[in-house]
Each structure stands twice: as C-alpha cells, then as structure tokens.
C-alpha cells in the first residue's frame, strides 16, 4: 500500500503491460493478492478475489475526481506504479509494516512460492467466513423474501 504522508494528496500513474491505465490524485493505493483483498482492498472499496484465484488488484484511495475504478490484472501481466509523492511525502505499508523509503516506482510481480498459506485445523472457506462475520450481507429485499417464506407466506 502506498499512502501520503500528510495533509496532501499523492499522484499514482498505473502502468499494465507498458500501458498506462489511469493517473490519480487522492490519498494513495491499496495491491493485494487473493488473500489480502478481502481485507484492505474490500476495506478501501475493491473488489475480493476469490480463493485459488490468481492475479492482483490495484484500489485506489480516495481519488480526486475523475474515473479510476478498482482493476484486477493476471499475474503474467507486469505492473509498474509512478508516484508523486507531494509536499509532504508518500510512505510504503507492507501488511501494517511501515517501512520508510519514499516511494517514486514501484514493479509489482507475484512471486510463485515466496510464501506459504498456513491453515490451522479445519479453517472455514473464505467466503463463507466474510458472510458469517456479516462483512458480505445479502440485500435486506432477499432477507425480507427468505422470512415471508419461513412463515409461509407468498
């Protein structure tokens, strides 16, 4: 994640195989993986990739005007983010762990078998635990259809 610093806004260009996808002014960019998009990214407004699937998604944050939609992109695909950090800096978070270099590009690649996903026990799927937790919640129409059916209704 990359976000500013103070009270000034960062310039992100996203780059997706040597095309430039959408240049932002806002408060920085969430890049996650499967497993980081049902935190950060959905917290941000971004979609969540599935379990076992691949690829990366690019959230931007609190973008300034203009249209730069949340974007999923392959892992074969090279990703490349130019910053412009304004006055008062830009800072790079790696799963909570600020780390203190000033950001002005940044080459995104999925790494295979830089990391291994440790399950304890027998763990629930993914969605199932964001729909028991409430953080996906059916539509309050679907809810109200489910209940007139228990009773009996039409």
Not at 6 to 22: A, F, H
Not at 54 to 81: F, Y
């Amino acid at each position: 994640m990359i976000v500013r610093r103070g009270p000034s806004q960062v310039i992100v260009e996203i780059q997706v195989d040597d095309q430039v996808y959408v240049r932002f002014a806002g408060d920085g960019i969430v890049v996650a993986t499967p497993v980081g998009s049902s935190a950060y990214t959905l917290a941000a407004g971004g979609p969540i990739l599935a379990e076992r699937s691949e690829g990366i998604v690019l959230t931007p944050l609190a973008p300034h005007g203009g249209c730069c939609p949340p974007l999923v992109v392959g892992t074969a695909s090279s990703v490349r983010l130019v910053i412009e950090p304004g006055y008062a800096g830009a800072r790079l978070e790696f799963d909570g762990q600020v780390e203190e270099e000033q950001p002005t590009r940044l080459d995104v690649t999925r790494v295979e078998d830089y990391a291994t996903l440790v399950g304890l026990g027998d763990s629930e799927p993914l969605l199932a635990g964001l729909r028991r937790r409430r953080i996906l919640i059916d539509s309050p129409r679907v809810l109200a259809r489910d209940d007139r059916a228990a009773l009996g209704g039409p």
